[in-house]
């Protein structure tokens, strides 16, 4: 256990102490809900399992971040790590991953000149960091049908903007035929899904994407 340096402010230090118990007592009520380990804990949220084992036990201090990111993890308010986290944030409006474009025209009248903002529901309300964007290291065919002419490629060196599927609606990935990745322990690659929902999670699948949006190369 730490101790307080000399000539620390002890306001700070009641704090630090105060989310390092406040983020144990969440994590011990919600590992047993989520049936999770640690090291599973600190894969999702990106960081080592001693890292994560460093702000659980109070020899790391939990910064604004890393609070942010261990409370959307386990489903609480930041401030039930952060008493004092509303007091610390600017407040804006959330970034979204796609500003809003301005549209002009319309497929039925090509004449016509409207002026309408636009942004899909599905980037509403996110951060920026929630897209995934890969890059196409071969071309990929997502409709592979016999007749060449009805043939449709995603051409190399395209970008794809993907959201891990469980943090999409069902509903959004079901209402139409959908591209997906997973990425696996058993191999380096991506593999590449069309279908009409999403494909079956097996025990070596690391993690599951869904396209929202295609970058043309």
Not at 27 to 52: H, N, P, S, V, Y
Not at 132 to 142: K, N, R, T, Y
Not at 163 to 175: C, G, I, Q
Request: with cysteine; hydrophobic share 35%; proline share 8%.
């Amino acid at each position: 256990m730490n101790t307080p340096a000399m000539g620390s402010d002890p306001s700070r230090e009641a704090l630090r102490v105060k989310k390092q118990l406040n983020f144990k007592r969440l994590w011990k009520a919600r590992r047993q809900e989520l049936d999770i380990t640690q090291k599973t804990a600190a894969d999702q949220l990106g960081m080592t399992q001693g890292a994560f084992s460093q702000y659980l036990n109070g020899h790391t201090e939990i910064n604004e971040k890393a609070v942010l990111k261990i409370a959307k993890f386990l489903g609480v308010p930041p401030v039930e790590i952060d008493p004092t986290f509303d007091q610390k944030m600017v407040k804006t409006p959330p970034p979204s991953a796609i500003a809003e474009v301005n549209v002009t025209k319309v497929t039925n009248d090509s004449g016509a000149a409207i002026n309408k903002q636009y942004l899909p529901t599905i980037f509403q309300d996110r951060d920026p960091s929630d897209v995934i964007w890969v890059e196409l290291s071969a071309s990929i065919d997502v409709n592979p049908v016999d007749d060449p002419k009805m043939r449709r490629f995603i051409p190399k060196g395209s970008v794809l903007g993907c959201l891990k599927v469980d943090e999409v609606p069902y509903s959004f990935l079901s209402a139409v035929p959908r591209l997906y990745l997973s990425s696996s322990t058993k191999r380096k690659r991506y593999s590449l899904f069309f279908s009409d929902t999403p494909p079956a999670l097996k025990p070596e699948t690391k993690e599951l994407l869904t396209v929202i949006s295609i970058l043309f190369s």
